[in-house]
């Protein structure tokens, strides 16, 4: 798994130059698995949300979601704040 300031590019080389010595990675679903797996877990979101068809699509989405959410400059992404509950507790229904 890469972290740090390593972007979705070095992750991608680094993987490719790999992945040609692991015999059990022939196929290339395991390939596309395995690359995504190992990306920034803010990355890897979102391309699994894109199902790549191939190792070649899932390099490709990474690398799109990496530029347009500016994750190489190492900025936070920010999503919208989720409504919280607003009660006293949460409460259990028995039926009967």
Do not use: W
């Not at 972290?3 to 015999?23: A, I, W």
């Not at 395995?34 to 699509?57: D, E, H, T, W």
């Amino acid at each position: 798994m890469v972290h740090g300031n390593h972007t979705v590019e070095k992750y991608d080389v680094r993987f490719m130059e790999l992945v040609k010595y692991v015999s059990y990675m022939d196929t290339n679903k395991l390939q596309e698995n395995c690359f995504i797996y190992g990306l920034n877990p803010k990355i890897r979101a979102m391309v699994r949300m894109c199902k790549p068809s191939s190792v070649a699509k899932a390099i490709e989405y990474a690398h799109y979601v990496e530029e347009n959410l500016d994750l190489k400059g190492g900025k936070e992404i920010i999503f919208p704040q989720q409504p919280r509950f607003m009660g006293n507790s949460l409460r259990t229904f028995s039926r009967g």
